[in-house]
């Protein structure tokens, strides 16, 4: 019933899935552009077409209220950006904890734009030992799907040039709010 619900809302919104889920088990998926509420349905939907099982992170305070539980059932993971703990620490229990863990990190942190996007999702598939898998939603051609799939080298400055070739021609529902791929590592100390 979910597939056939994803399938219906994909081909009303006009969307189409463009090529096929990497062959792994276990990735970080990042989600980018992420500059709507609605990526994340698109998100859904797509994953339930590919018959992907993803855990995604998303901030605390959505979960509050009735819609909490019906967020935590569809893989949703809270959150808490402002209090301190060891967020990296966590996701890479879970990985050791799990045959298959699809983890989906909007590396943009926020749907608005932003001057660097959050380093959890490279820190993460490193630690893990795990690739980066470069997901996408183009909304000027309505088309989601996968990129290629990156191990972490450690050189962030050469991971993150392919990231950003890889989305340099991936357009955002509000194009103005997609921040190219930076993570601040990849900036000089002054």
Not at 73 to 95: A, C, W
Request: include cysteine.
């Amino acid at each position: 019933m979910r597939k056939l619900l994803a399938r219906a809302f994909l081909r009303a919104t006009g969307w189409k899935p463009e090529g096929a889920p990497p062959d792994r088990h276990r990735f970080v998926l990042i989600a980018a552009p992420h500059t709507s509420n609605w990526d994340l349905f698109y998100l859904l939907a797509l994953a339930e077409h590919y018959d992907l099982h993803i855990s995604f992170m998303m901030k605390h305070s959505v979960f509050r209220g009735p819609l909490g539980p019906l967020f935590k059932s569809l893989g949703g993971i809270p959150i808490y950006r402002h209090t301190r703990g060891d967020l990296v620490k966590q996701m890479v229990e879970n990985f050791t904890a799990r045959d298959l863990f699809v983890l989906v990190v909007p590396s943009e942190g926020t749907r608005s734009r932003v001057e660097f996007w959050k380093s959890g999702f490279y820190h993460i598939a490193r630690e893990a030992r795990v690739p980066i898998v470069c997901g996408y939603l183009d909304y000027a051609r309505r088309r989601g799907g996968f990129g290629p799939a990156l191990m972490p080298s450690g050189n962030v400055r050469d991971d993150m040039d392919a990231i950003r070739d890889f989305y340099a021609d991936k357009t955002g529902r509000h194009p103005d709010r997609f921040a190219e791929p930076r993570l601040r590592e990849e900036t000089p100390a002054s």
